[in-house]
């Protein structure tokens, strides 16, 4: 079964500080993994994401994940959060034309 | 490219009446259009994917007769909210495949509340 796991809820982290976001999924054939964030009240924006090649992606507003096929993973990192950051960031995955599986999101909260 | 709009962004209405939201694609055709919704602090729950031309696929557990999904153009899916009650309040949003990718992006959504 198709299922994407975000497992922190939320986060909180000071502005400068690094900050990394986990995401396992589960998917029956090669996946599509999509990292997305959305602001309150808004869309979903795409940051970045990972059809095939290279495993470390850039996206951005500065930031980078890393499909680890052997973890299930595509965690998503930036070394320096901005306070512009604070946000909810959903993970998710898919394959062309299908439809995507999102995970619960994890909030961000940047601190001054 | 691949912008996608939603209209209304807002949408007030009494319980019983019907509400219509748009989702268009603005520089791309899109055959394939999905509709999510989305309730506060929680993810995305697919509602339906809507086909160009043909009848929309509704996930299990969401009304086809309540929630009636229109794709009648390359650029243009409707979502009516029938007879809404305010348990149908949440936020609604619309994404599509851009041409010729495999990335799907998003409208802005549409928070609808019902009194």
């Known amino acids: 079964a198709q299922s994407v796991t975000q497992p922190d809820i939320h986060i909180t982290v000071s502005e400068g500080a690094s900050l990394e976001l986990r995401c396992n999924y589960s998917y029956g054939a090669t996946p599509y993994l999509f990292w997305y964030v959305q602001s309150p009240g808004q869309g979903l924006q795409l940051l970045l994401k990972y059809f095939s090649g290279d495993t470390l992606v850039q996206g951005i507003k500065g930031f980078e994940a890393e499909f680890k096929r052997s973890q299930s993973s595509f965690n998503l990192r930036k070394p320096s959060v901005h306070w512009s950051d604070a946000a909810e960031y959903f993970c998710a995955v898919g394959r062309t034309g299908n439809q995507f599986y999102f995970g619960t999101g994890t909030s961000l909260t940047v601190i001054p | 490219g691949a912008v996608v709009s939603q209209h209304p962004s807002r949408v007030i209405c009494k319980s019983g009446t019907s509400v219509k939201i748009e989702c268009r694609s603005l520089d791309f055709q899109a055959t394939t259009m999905f509709w999510y919704r989305q309730f506060p602090k929680q993810s995305l729950m697919l509602m339906a994917t809507s086909n160009e031309g043909s009848k929309a696929t509704y996930e299990q557990g969401v009304e086809k007769d309540k929630f009636l999904i229109n794709h009648a153009s390359l650029t243009l899916s409707t979502l009516t909210v029938t007879s809404a009650h305010p348990e149908d309040s949440s936020f609604y949003i619309c994404?599509?495949?851009?041409?010729?990718?495999?990335?799907?992006?998003f409208g802005p959504g549409t928070r609808l509340t019902v009194l």
């Open positions: 994404s599509a495949y851009g041409q010729g990718t495999d990335t799907q992006y």
